[in-house]
């Protein structure tokens, strides 16, 4: 928890956040163009998606094209409902860090008075 | 958490989420095919005969069963077509989109199109009956108006809304200042909608390899 808003720590890293955003704009995406869009290695990526599998966020699906092995990625309804909550939670911190007041300037001392 | 990183993260989300919506583009193909087909629908528009209004105006019209029979074949085949493309595409760049509610919405605007009839004072006969006049152009506009949704593409959005009003504008240009013989307003709408789709198509598809 930071600040009050709710975290899903699942999410809330860098990388895992940039992949069901991808996710969540395609219909499905390959491994490779999950790797090169965000440029992670494929040991990398794979611990990442691993994560979300299990959390039940993705869906992964191994298939064939021809005889080139192939692996497509799916967004979850709960890993929709995850990336938007985080989401929000992102831009209600910023709202309080500009909400916050402003630190009052410091009353002048004798020297600085003309 | 500082503000820097939770704007850092959203900025990280939002760059690969424009990535993903720039690799899974494809409407240059569905303007292209379908450009083609409406500019290959043109000479089907060749006038049969001159109507007199009571005002004293007159102007060719057109249509007949072989336009019906062109479009009830053209359209599913553009469809198919462009839903072969896409597939192939998410093949070809590892990332896939849905076109599922574009084609849906434009089969059911053609249908529905097809079956009403293109003006209230005519009588309640099927388009399809009456050899269709622009009615195809608005079904492949709310068509494309969908796809440009999908797609997160307001220059499509745009394009959509001109394809809309491209037959009224071409009519009202047409009859009093070209009326070229033996040929109807519907069939240059035909040339200049055909013109714009596969102008549109080219600058898409400029657009789209330039984002990928």
Redesign the interface.
């Known amino acids: 928890m930071?600040?009050g808003v709710q975290l899903d720590e699942v999410v809330?890293q860098?990388n895992r956040?940039?992949?069901?955003?991808?996710?969540?704009?395609?219909?499905?995406?390959?491994?490779?163009?999950?790797q090169s869009?965000?440029e992670l290695t494929p040991g990398n990526l794979s611990r990442h998606l691993e994560i979300l599998e299990n959390a039940g966020y993705v869906a992964i699906e191994k298939g064939y094209?021809g005889r080139r092995p192939r692996t497509w990625v799916r967004i979850t309804k709960a890993g929709r409902a995850a990336l938007r909550a985080e989401?929000t939670a992102?831009?209600t911190?910023?709202r309080q860090?500009?909400d916050l007041p402003t630190a009052r300037p410091k009353a002048r001392s004798k020297d600085d008075v003309a | 958490?500082r503000?820097e990183t939770?704007?850092?993260?959203?900025a990280?989300?939002?760059?690969?989420?424009s990535?993903?919506?720039a690799?899974?583009r494809g409407a240059w193909f569905a303007l292209v095919v379908f450009g083609a087909f409406v500019l290959a629908a043109a000479p089907l528009y060749i006038a049969r005969e001159v109507v007199t209004y009571a005002d004293g105006s007159s102007s060719w019209v057109s249509g007949g069963w072989w336009v019906s029979l062109y479009w009830l074949i053209a359209v599913p085949l553009g469809y198919l077509a462009c839903v072969r493309y896409y597939r192939r595409h998410?093949?070809r760049?590892?990332?896939?989109?849905?076109v599922w509610p574009w084609v849906v919405t434009g089969l059911v605007l053609f249908v529905l199109m097809a079956l009403v009839p293109p003006g209230v004072f005519e009588g309640w006969i099927p388009a399809f009956a009456m050899g269709w006049t622009s009615l195809p152009l608005f079904a492949l506009a709310g068509g494309f108006l969908v796809l440009a949704w999908l797609e997160r593409s307001p220059y499509l959005a745009v394009f959509s809304l001109v394809l809309f009003v491209l037959p009224e504008v071409c009519a009202r240009i047409y009859d009093p200042y070209l009326g070229w013989r033996g040929f109807s307003a519907v069939g240059f709408s035909m040339i200049v909608a055909g013109i714009a789709l596969l102008c549109a198509g080219a600058l898409a598809w400029m657009s789209e390899g330039r984002a990928r």
């Open positions: 930071s600040g809330h860098r956040l940039a992949i069901l955003a991808v996710l969540e704009e395609a219909s499905k995406a390959e491994f490779g163009f999950l869009t965000l094209s989401v992102l831009r911190m910023l860090v500009d | 958490m503000s939770a704007k850092d993260l959203l990280e989300a939002d760059r690969a989420r990535k993903a919506r690799g899974r998410a093949e760049t590892g990332v896939a989109g849905t």
